[in-house]
């Protein structure tokens, strides 16, 4: 299997601008999650889904920030519009299950100046 | 809710040093515990785990014992390499919840 697929791995945008990160899960698995990682706050969990449904976005910031999973091999997670502090790794990560292993994705480092 | 705390970092060791990185976590029922490790500009990837009381994780010569009676899963290695420098998470799933993270560990492994 070719893991978690993220896209793109970089990106520098401008304040203000909409951002749209990707994710591809691997296949089968029924539970997708985002992550934010910053020096200052440590990986924090964002939202994730099960079977294409959100099921806690508690974690999602605020309402600049939304996340969608049309069907079961992709996500994207949008912010809209960006300020310099959204700047972070975005990492996307699958599961079989809420207690099974978590396989990341190689993360979306993102700059918004 | 489930938590988990692990010693604060950076750990800066010496080639082929004994490690330990403690993990102690709080959680209701019998979760499952874990150590993710994340490489420089990597994503995280699953070290090793247990999945009940007494079980054993190993791989890479690191080791874990899950103990439930100290509510323990302390990392372990008995030599170091240069290469195992990285980022080690703990983590625990259990009643129902998403995993739960430490804050991570980072260990700068030197010649």
């Known amino acids: 299997d070719a893991g978690v697929i993220q896209s793109p791995r970089h990106e520098v945008t401008e304040m203000g601008q909409e951002v749209t990160l990707r994710c591809k899960p691997i296949s089968g698995h029924d539970y997708l999650f985002w992550y934010r990682q910053t020096m200052m706050r440590g990986l924090e969990l964002l939202i994730y889904f099960n079977n294409n449904v959100p099921i806690d976005d508690s974690g999602m910031p605020e309402d600049r920030f939304s996340a969608k999973m049309p069907n079961a091999s992709f996500s994207t997670l949008k912010i809209q519009p960006s300020e310099p502090r959204d700047s972070a790794v975005y990492f996307c990560a699958s599961s079989n299950t809420l207690r099974d292993t978590q396989y990341f994705g190689p993360g979306t480092r993102l700059t918004v100046l | 809710g489930n938590s988990v705390t692990q010693m604060e970092g950076p750990v800066t060791l010496s080639e082929e040093a004994f490690l330990t990185i403690n993990c102690t976590y709080t959680a209701t029922g019998y979760p499952s515990l874990f150590w993710y490790v994340q490489y420089p500009g990597e994503g995280l990837q699953l070290l090793l785990k247990a999945t009940k009381a007494d079980d054993k994780g190993s791989n890479k010569g690191f080791e874990a014992t899950y103990r439930k009676e100290t509510t323990s899963f302390h990392l372990e290695k008995g030599s170091v390499q240069v290469s195992d420098s990285a980022v080690y998470f703990c983590?625990?799933?259990?009643?129902?919840?998403?995993?739960?993270f430490g804050t991570g560990t980072q260990l700068k492994v030197e010649l």
């Open positions: 983590a625990l799933t259990g009643g129902g919840n998403k995993l739960t």
